[in-house]
């Protein structure tokens, strides 16, 4: 059974810095895109940036542009988020997810995911 686990949340104040780390087990990270998705109280849920190892291809929410880099360490199946400038609009669960094939704006605005990993709780206070 796949499995993502994501971590690395916690409390910061805006301004401040967190890196998120998400472990994948059971597969690898070929040929799939991998991202962060995030759901804040009574919002829908968001793609926040995706890559994809299938067209190279890396994806942000506009809201987090130039304050959030996605990267990956395939060798170790690790896929990680360093969120800088924090915002309190940033609270939110953070998820990652993964999903076989497609380009990694398709992962993150059409939500084209197979697997998802259980969250960790991101908040930001002001």
């Known amino acids: 059974e796949v499995q993502l686990q994501a971590s690395g949340g916690g409390l910061v104040q805006a301004g401040g810095s967190l890196r998120l780390s998400c472990a994948a087990s059971r597969f690898t990270f070929d040929d799939y895109a991998i991202g962060w998705f995030r759901q804040a109280p009574g919002k829908e849920r968001e793609g926040v940036s995706c890559?994809?190892?299938?067209?190279?291809?890396?994806y942000y929410a506009d809201s987090v542009k130039g304050r959030f880099t996605i990267s990956s360490d395939n060798a170790k199946n690790t896929l990680y988020l360093q969120m800088n400038s924090l915002k309190p609009e940033d609270t939110a669960v953070y998820y990652c997810?993964?999903?076989?094939?497609?380009?990694?704006?398709?992962?993150?605005?059409?939500?084209?995911?197979?697997?998802w990993g259980k969250g960790t709780q991101v908040t930001v206070s002001s």
């Open positions: 997810a993964a999903g076989l094939g497609i380009s990694s704006k398709y992962a993150c605005v059409y939500n084209g995911m197979d697997y």
């Open positions: 890559i994809s190892n299938s067209d190279g291809s890396r």
